[in-house]
């Protein structure tokens, strides 16, 4: 019952079943995948808090939204949690002078 999902392997063991090495190939796969376009996102998110003007914000919020838009859809984040954080940097660019 711990909260270790089924597809990760206890640490040191080895999966021994083909599909189950496969998988564990897979899971590898994708958490590297995951972490590079959340940095990306992260990165991007910062970019648009850290902006000089107004302007490069505005720039910088038109390359975060899609960012967020694709991360809603791919589930890298959950779509109203995207939502919400374009939102925000929305609402902080607007608040600009």
Do not use: F, W
Not at 26 to 34: D, I, L
Not at 87 to 96: G, I, T
């Amino acid at each position: 019952m711990g909260g270790v999902p089924a597809t990760v392997p206890r640490e040191g063991s080895v999966p021994r079943i083909q599909s189950a090495k496969k998988q564990l190939r897979k899971s590898k796969a994708a958490a590297a995948r995951n972490k590079a376009q959340r940095s990306e996102l992260r990165s991007a998110v910062k970019k648009v808090r850290a902006a000089g003007s107004k302007a490069e914000a505005e720039k910088a919020l038109v390359a975060a939204n899609s960012l967020l838009d694709r991360a809603g859809r791919k589930n890298l984040v959950h779509r109203r949690n995207a939502a919400r954080m374009k939102s925000r940097l929305a609402a902080a660019v607007a608040a600009r002078k």
